[in-house]
Nanobody, 122 residues
Framework: QVQLVESGGGLVQAGGSLRLSCASS????????MAWFRQAPGKEREFVAA????????PYGDSVKGRFTISRDNAKNTVYLQMTSLKPEDTAVYYC???????????????WGQGTQVTVSS
């Protein structure tokens, strides 16, 4: 497993943008497939986006397609989630995850960060 640390969350108005970062505190992320999930209060953890270790495959959840972009910089050992046109329904704790495959399922990832709160006000 790898230890992950998310950053970049905060409070933003609807229509605004935020960029989340996910870094490893130890092992390199370059050979891991990475993903972002989110969880709102009282709801199940939801798939947001994933990226293969090469960066060539990037599936997105239907609710964020066209607004969010996942990317990675293996030289900096960091994965990003650029979020634009934010909506109040995007409010959630956002989690970074690492795993052996590109998956849209929570069970596809063995390593998780502690999460970062994103709050979008109307």
């Amino acid at each position: 497993q790898v230890q992950l640390v998310e950053s970049g969350g905060g409070l933003v108005q609807a229509g605004g943008s935020l960029r989340l970062s996910c870094a490893s505190s130890g092992r390199t992320l370059s050979r891991y497939n990475m993903a972002w999930f989110r969880q709102a209060p009282g709801k199940e953890r939801e798939f947001v986006a994933a990226i293969s270790w090469t960066g060539g495959t990037t599936p997105y959840g239907d609710s964020v397609k066209g607004r969010f972009t996942i990317s990675r910089d293996n030289a900096k050992n960091t994965v990003y989630l650029q979020m634009t046109s934010l909506k109040p329904e995007d409010t959630a704790v956002y989690y970074c995850a690492a795993g052996p495959l590109v998956s849209t399922k929570v069970t596809g990832y063995a390593s998780w960060g502690q999460g970062t709160q994103v709050t979008v006000s109307s």
